[in-house]
């Protein structure tokens, strides 16, 4: 595929269309078999409120029975597996994933008989703690309710319902594509969510905060020493990471995550429980990423915790390679006469910002008549947790600094709000990072994937070129210094230079980091290639956004 989007032959890209192909297919099958198995798991819940209810309010040391029904669990259907799709930068998994996404969203993202029973939200007390749809004859008593709707206002015991996060991505029926960085924001914010409404609830006795469902009070039923019952049944009432999955669940049965990557701890923790109760409840993950499904979270702290995951997707998903090692963002970008810094980067080898020639270079990209000329205005743009930031506005552009963007305490949630605000972003005096400068590189790479996420225009001063500004760190070139992998330094002859749990993060995120510049440099010299504004991949991705 061209930078302009319009496709090309390539033998490999054809091979992954076909195995994406035969999961498009069976997707009518793949929500039938999620439709009947939730539907016996919601009326399993139905069956356990009561108890779930009384046993995190009884006494600590009590010790309630499971009922016999509880312990007759739906066997669990033969889901078709998705599609992991990895490969280098540039050659197209995107491209393939959104054609997926198009095709799954043109014919079945609007079906009735598709859409049909994909409620995963179940009714029971998980359901007044969301402010969720609410079923005849399914309703907690004691809970003050909206008169028409029924809707709760208010947790168990009268405290306040915490908000529901807002869903991430794109959405066509029961098919949604979100960004990897917008999920794990999203399933965050839903265990947030799912702990304040427990704890509102229950008290402290609500909520697992040890994965296994117990607190440290009370054992567990005598007769919950079946495995499938532990996990089935009294885990998941109190998991919020479970309690996460079943709400991101609900309503879908193809869920695509572009270019997934886990670089900390706690997502590597979390994952695993997150995508079993996706993968529970029968939804199908078609994901992109740089790296095989073995090297992700490759040498990072407690990496055992993470391996179960990696058993769990290699079941799940596919592991399909794109052999290639055409970047095509680059080769289309060259074919245009971009092979160079492209027409909308000026190279400032002294420095400096020229913020003139970036508001005309913006406004020109944002196609503004602004009244009053190049006139700059300040404008505040409302970022997550209750924050802002000021940046000039040039009309419907924005001219921001590098080092404001860069320098400074900000992640993909803050700079997703600034893309959305604005169609096109100036940004002004990039330069080249030091090896020593990794959080200004990881903050300036989830720049760069947030605004190609969103397709904003961009236009550029810097200080070398483009290619140059994530070079060093990319290529290790610290002048002998290199961050080096655990195994390096597990073999570190010297005592005091002990391999530590420290260290050992901090090897795995940068050799993460050296994946994604390479990532961040192909996708800016697209977006600063002059066909990229008019470039049919673009136009696709609005249109599906609208």
């Known amino acids: 595929m061209s930078v302009d989007g319009s496709l090309v032959r390539d033998a490999a890209q054809e091979a992954v269309a076909g195995r994406l192909d035969r999961v498009w297919r069976r997707l009518p099958d793949q929500a039938a078999a999620s439709r009947a198995h939730r539907t016996a798991l919601n009326t399993l819940s139905d069956r356990t409120e009561e108890w779930a209810i009384e046993r995190m309010t009884a006494d600590p040391e009590s010790h309630q029975p499971l009922p016999q029904p509880i312990l007759e669990l739906p066997t669990l259907p033969r889901f078709g597996r998705g599609v992991y799709l990895w490969g280098a930068v540039g050659t197209g998994k995107s491209m393939l994933m959104d054609m997926f996404f198009d095709e799954s969203a043109s014919a079945y993202g609007q079906d009735a008989e598709v859409m049909e029973g994909q409620d995963t939200t179940c009714p029971s007390w998980e359901r007044q703690l969301w402010a969720g749809p609410q079923v005849p004859g399914a309703l907690i008593e004691g809970v003050r309710r909206d008169s028409v709707t029924m809707t709760p206002l208010e947790c168990l015991g009268g405290g306040a319902l915490p908000p529901v996060p807002p869903e991430s991505g794109v959405r066509a029926g029961v098919v949604r594509r979100v960004h990897f960085h917008e999920f794990m924001a999203e399933v965050h914010a839903h265990m947030h969510a799912a702990r304040e409404g427990l704890l509102a609830s229950f008290g402290r006795r609500g909520v697992s905060t040890s994965g296994t469902g117990f607190g440290a009070t009370g054992p567990p039923p005598p007769n919950l020493r079946s495995k499938r019952a532990q996990v089935d049944v009294f885990e998941r009432q109190r998991?919020?990471?479970?309690?996460?999955?079943?709400?991101?669940?609900?309503?879908?049965?193809?869920?695509?995550?572009?270019?997934?990557?886990?670089?900390?701890?706690?997502?590597?923790?979390?994952?695993?429980?997150?995508?079993?109760?996706?993968?529970?409840?029968?939804?199908?993950?078609?994901?992109?990423?740089?790296?095989?499904?073995?090297?992700?979270?490759?040498?990072?702290?407690?990496?055992?915790?993470?391996?179960?995951?990696?058993?769990?997707?290699?079941?799940?998903?596919?592991?399909?390679?794109?052999?290639?090692?055409?970047?095509?963002?680059?080769?289309?970008?060259?074919?245009?006469?971009?092979?160079?810094?492209?027409?909308?980067?000026?190279?400032?080898?002294?420095?400096?910002?020229?913020?003139?020639?970036?508001?005309?270079?913006?406004?020109?990209?944002?196609?503004?008549?602004?009244?009053?000329?190049d006139a700059p205005a300040t404008v505040v743009v409302p970022l997550p947790h209750g924050r802002s930031m000021e940046v000039e506005a040039v009309g419907s552009a924005a001219v921001v600094s590098f080092e404001q963007?860069?320098?400074?305490?900000?992640?993909?949630?803050?700079?997703?709000?600034?893309?959305?605000?604005?169609?096109?972003?100036?940004?002004?005096?990039?330069?080249?990072?030091?090896?020593?400068?990794?959080?200004?590189?990881?903050?300036?790479v989830t720049l760069v994937d947030e605004l190609y996420e969103a397709r904003t225009l961009v236009a550029l001063t810097c200080g070398a070129h483009p290619d140059e500004l994530l070079r060093a760190i990319e290529l290790g070139d610290d002048g002998g210094d290199a961050v080096r992998s655990a195994e390096e330094l597990?073999?570190?002859?010297?005592?005091?230079?002990?391999?530590?749990?420290?260290?050992?993060?901090?090897?795995?995120a940068a050799q993460e980091l050296r994946f994604a510049c390479a990532r961040a440099a192909s996708r800016l010299a697209e977006m600063l290639g002059p066909a990229y504004a008019a470039g049919a991949s673009r136009t696709r991705t609005l249109e599906r956004r609208a």
């Open 239 to 373: 998991d919020v990471a479970c309690l996460a999955g079943r709400r991101i669940a609900h309503g879908t049965v193809v869920l695509c995550l572009d270019e997934m990557q886990v670089t900390d701890v706690v997502d590597a923790v979390v994952v695993s429980r997150v995508f079993g109760e996706l993968f529970r409840l029968g939804v199908q993950v078609v994901a992109t990423s740089n790296r095989p499904m073995g090297d992700l979270y490759a040498d990072g702290l407690n990496r055992d915790m993470f391996v179960p995951f990696l058993d769990l997707l290699s079941g799940q998903c596919r592991e399909v390679k794109v052999e290639t090692s055409t970047d095509f963002r680059r080769t289309g970008a060259a074919a245009t006469g971009a092979g160079d810094a492209g027409e909308r980067c000026r190279i400032l080898p002294g420095g400096g910002e020229d913020r003139d020639w970036l508001r005309a270079a913006v406004r020109a990209l944002a196609d503004d008549a602004v009244p009053g000329g």
């Open 490 to 508: 597990e073999d570190v002859a010297d005592p005091a230079a002990a391999f530590s749990a420290e260290a050992q993060q901090h090897a795995a």
């Open 405 to 444: 963007l860069c320098d400074s305490e900000h992640g993909a949630g803050d700079y997703r709000a600034l893309a959305r605000r604005f169609g096109a972003i100036g940004l002004a005096g990039a330069r080249r990072l030091k090896p020593s400068e990794q959080d200004a590189a990881r903050r300036f």
